[in-house]
């Protein structure tokens, strides 16, 4: 008899941790882990799932709806053209007191040479100009006039340097002390023809702290010359806005420090030096006052000045007819007042046509719920078919039928209701919009009504009838509180419909029944004014979101129905 004992195979114990964690009194899974951080880590399993499978839509979504609101949003703040063009001019101009009735000094006119030159040569000083003009009507002409009489500023220094010594007509010898010597030797083996691109410009080692308005402006030409207009910069000839800032080194505070300078063509610039002094200064407010008499006036100076900042509300004061001052926000002259006479139209015009949809589309949707399924359909049919037709096919035809001598009016006098001296005025008015949009969004009112109107069981005004009430009564007491939540739908969905509707107010609208919107795209395609345009979208989307919350708060949006 063997000894079982000593062939029974050996319990299994579980190892001294999982003793331990059995001991803690918590509920664990079979790996030993607990089992709230089992679920916790399923669920997050099941998040990052859930999460990967909407990640396209998600995308989708952020791409095309909430990037382009943001866009929009930024662009209607957004004032750094102003700053970026003319940083020299703004930053000498900000302890300038607009109020003083005084013009603001030399170094302001000085600093605004340099930076139109510059930007003249970008070709920013014309977007620059459309930027003022929508603040002060005349800016954008001033500066494409100030644009080309910069270079007449410049060249009273280049002819006096020149003049003195020919060494200063060559680029090579400009780039000779002011380029590296690395960047030389580069730049001289480059091959223009080989399809590599140009050596970049590299300033002398410790030339700036010699000639820093030199350096600095020699910088920006290399770059202009070199990666804008892509053309040899050892070959070309500096700029007439490099000769104002030699000179400028060369006489200025930094005249000591220049005149110590050892390096590259230091004879020539020694003898620069000297004779310099002798030359005839520019007197930059005269410069630009016979440019153009405008420089010699406060309000260009102001407008510049009040536009300075990287972000401004400008845009937003002008759509509710607005405008920055110097003494603050005020009111435009009352007849440069239409963005606030255009926001009411939109938003009256908008309740109209809703208005108008619910008292056609109502009894519609209530024969569509209770006609014979056969009949329905048909029925359905005909509310269909103007929906899958063009937009441009269906406002054409009412510009058509609503004219004067059109299909209504010849049939009203036919009729005798108005005679043909007095046919009535249908188009090109907010009549002509009401009606053309009312017939194109009255789809979007019949369908969520007919949803709602469908799930209502007939038995309930049978039940009301047959408790005494009348067939008004049991309408109004019964049946048209439950069809609430399909008006409230419809509604929504043709109201903020409207207020963006842009195509039909142009067609058929003419002065008096054009919308927001069509002010919106006038200012997106024809004037540019982006900025404006942006400001408008977002008071119109804050307009939208204010009624949905006004709605929610008075009729409830889970009242909304679109079926069920």
């Given at each position: 008899?063997?000894d079982?004992?000593e062939?029974?195979?050996?319990?299994?114990?579980?190892?001294?941790?999982?003793?331990?964690?059995?001991?803690?009194?918590?509920?664990?899974?079979?790996?030993?882990?607990?089992?709230?951080?089992?679920?916790?880590?399923?669920?997050r399993?099941?998040?990052?799932?859930?999460?990967?499978?909407?990640?396209p839509?998600?995308?989708?979504?952020?791409?095309?709806?909430?990037?382009?609101i943001?866009?929009?949003?930024?662009?209607?703040?957004?004032?750094?053209i102003?700053?970026?063009?003319?940083?020299?001019?703004?930053?000498?101009?900000?302890?300038?007191?607009?109020?003083?009735?005084?013009?603001?000094?030399?170094?302001?006119?000085?600093?605004?040479?340099?930076d139109?030159f510059?930007?003249?040569?970008?070709?920013?000083?014309?977007?620059?100009?459309?930027?003022?003009?929508?603040?002060l009507?005349?800016?954008?002409?001033?500066?494409?006039k100030?644009?080309?009489?910069?270079?007449?500023?410049?060249?009273?220094?280049?002819?006096?340097?020149?003049?003195?010594?020919?060494?200063?007509e060559?680029?090579?010898?400009?780039?000779?002390?002011m380029?590296?010597?690395?960047?030389?030797?580069?730049?001289?083996?480059w091959?223009?023809d080989?399809?590599?691109?140009?050596?970049?410009?590299?300033?002398?080692?410790?030339i700036?702290?010699?000639?820093?308005?030199?350096?600095?402006?020699?910088?920006?030409?290399a770059?202009?010359?070199?990666?804008?207009?892509?053309?040899?910069?050892?070959?070309?000839?500096?700029?007439?806005?490099?000769?104002?800032?030699?000179?400028?080194?060369?006489?200025?505070?930094?005249?000591?420090?220049?005149?110590?300078?050892?390096?590259?063509?230091?004879?020539?610039?020694?003898?620069?030096?000297?004779?310099?002094?002798?030359?005839?200064?520019?007197?930059?407010?005269?410069?630009?006052?016979?440019?153009?008499?405008?420089?010699?006036?406060?309000?260009?100076?102001?407008?510049?000045?009040?536009?300075?900042?990287?972000f401004?509300?400008?845009?937003?004061?002008?759509?509710?007819?607005?405008?920055?001052?110097?003494?603050?926000?005020?009111?435009?002259?009352?007849?440069?007042?239409?963005y606030?006479?255009?926001?009411?139209?939109?938003?009256f015009?908008?309740?109209?046509?809703?208005?108008?949809?619910?008292?056609?589309?109502?009894?519609?949707?209530?024969?569509?719920?209770?006609?014979?399924?056969?009949?329905?359909?048909?029925?359905?049919?005909?509310?269909?078919?103007?929906?899958?037709?063009?937009?441009?096919?269906?406002?054409s035809?009412?510009?058509?039928?609503?004219?004067?001598?059109?299909?209504?009016?010849?049939?009203?006098?036919?009729?005798?209701?108005?005679?043909?001296?007095?046919?009535?005025?249908?188009?090109?008015?907010?009549?002509?919009?009401?009606?053309?949009?009312?017939?194109?969004?009255?789809?979007?009112m019949?369908?969520?009504?007919?949803?709602?109107?469908?799930?209502?069981?007939?038995?309930?005004l049978?039940?009301?009838?047959s408790?005494?009430?009348?067939?008004?009564?049991?309408?109004?007491?019964?049946?048209?509180?439950?069809?609430?939540?399909?008006?409230?739908?419809?509604?929504?969905?043709?109201?903020?419909?409207?207020?963006g509707?842009?195509?039909?107010?142009?067609?058929?609208?003419?002065?008096?029944?054009?919308?927001?919107?069509?002010?919106?795209a006038?200012?997106?395609?024809?004037?540019?004014n982006?900025?404006?345009?942006?400001?408008?979208?977002?008071?119109?989307?804050?307009?939208?979101?204010?009624?949905?919350?006004?709605?929610?708060?008075?009729?409830?949006?889970?009242n909304?129905?679109?079926g069920?």
């Amino acid at each position: 008899m063997s000894d079982v004992t000593e062939k029974t195979a050996p319990i299994p114990q579980d190892p001294p941790d999982r003793e331990e964690k059995k001991s803690d009194g918590k509920i664990r899974a079979a790996d030993g882990t607990s089992l709230k951080s089992s679920l916790n880590r399923a669920l997050r399993r099941e998040k990052l799932r859930a999460l990967v499978l909407i990640a396209p839509l998600l995308i989708f979504v952020l791409v095309t709806f909430i990037a382009p609101i943001a866009d929009m949003l930024f662009r209607s703040v957004e004032n750094q053209i102003v700053a970026q063009t003319l940083p020299r001019t703004t930053d000498t101009l900000a302890d300038w007191d607009s109020t003083s009735g005084e013009l603001p000094g030399a170094p302001v006119y000085k600093a605004l040479y340099e930076d139109i030159f510059i930007a003249q040569e970008r070709k920013l000083h014309t977007r620059l100009g459309s930027r003022l003009n929508y603040e002060l009507t005349g800016a954008s002409s001033l500066f494409r006039k100030s644009g080309r009489g910069v270079d007449d500023i410049g060249e009273v220094y280049q002819d006096q340097f020149e003049d003195f010594d020919e060494f200063w007509e060559e680029g090579e010898n400009w780039n000779s002390f002011m380029g590296s010597d690395a960047w030389l030797a580069d730049i001289q083996a480059w091959d223009e023809d080989s399809g590599d691109r140009q050596p970049a410009f590299e300033l002398r080692e410790g030339i700036d702290e010699f000639f820093p308005q030199t350096a600095a402006k020699y910088a920006i030409y290399a770059d202009v010359i070199q990666n804008e207009e892509e053309d040899n910069l050892y070959d070309e000839d500096p700029w007439a806005l490099i000769y104002s800032a030699f000179y400028d080194d060369l006489t200025g505070p930094n005249a000591e420090i220049a005149a110590a300078y050892t390096g590259p063509a230091a004879a020539q610039i020694q003898s620069a030096a000297a004779a310099a002094a002798d030359f005839e200064p520019v007197d930059y407010p005269a410069a630009f006052a016979e440019i153009d008499g405008d420089w010699a006036q406060t309000p260009i100076w102001q407008t510049i000045q009040t536009y300075s900042g990287p972000f401004t509300n400008g845009y937003f004061l002008n759509a509710v007819d607005m405008q920055k001052t110097p003494d603050g926000p005020e009111l435009r002259p009352e007849n440069e007042r239409i963005y606030g006479t255009l926001f009411m139209r939109t938003l009256f015009m908008s309740l109209m046509i809703t208005g108008s949809c619910i008292l056609l589309g109502y009894p519609v949707a209530w024969l569509l719920a209770n006609l014979p399924a056969r009949t329905a359909n048909l029925l359905m049919i005909l509310v269909l078919l103007p929906f899958w037709t063009s937009l441009l096919v269906r406002t054409s035809a009412w510009k058509v039928m609503l004219q004067q001598q059109g299909v209504i009016n010849d049939t009203l006098v036919w009729l005798g209701i108005v005679s043909d001296a007095g046919r009535l005025a249908l188009i090109n008015n907010q009549t002509g919009t009401i009606i053309a949009m009312t017939h194109i969004l009255l789809p979007f009112m019949i369908l969520p009504l007919y949803s709602v109107m469908a799930t209502i069981p007939p038995a309930y005004l049978r039940a009301a009838k047959s408790l005494g009430a009348t067939n008004w009564t049991s309408f109004w007491r019964v049946y048209f509180p439950q069809s609430v939540p399909g008006i409230g739908a419809g509604s929504i969905l043709v109201f903020i419909l409207s207020i963006g509707y842009y195509i039909t107010p142009e067609i058929v609208g003419g002065t008096t029944g054009t919308f927001i919107s069509n002010r919106i795209a006038y200012h997106i395609s024809s004037s540019l004014n982006w900025g404006l345009a942006a400001a408008l979208g977002s008071i119109l989307l804050a307009v939208v979101l204010g009624l949905y919350w006004a709605y929610d708060k008075i009729v409830g949006i889970d009242n909304v129905k679109l079926g069920g």
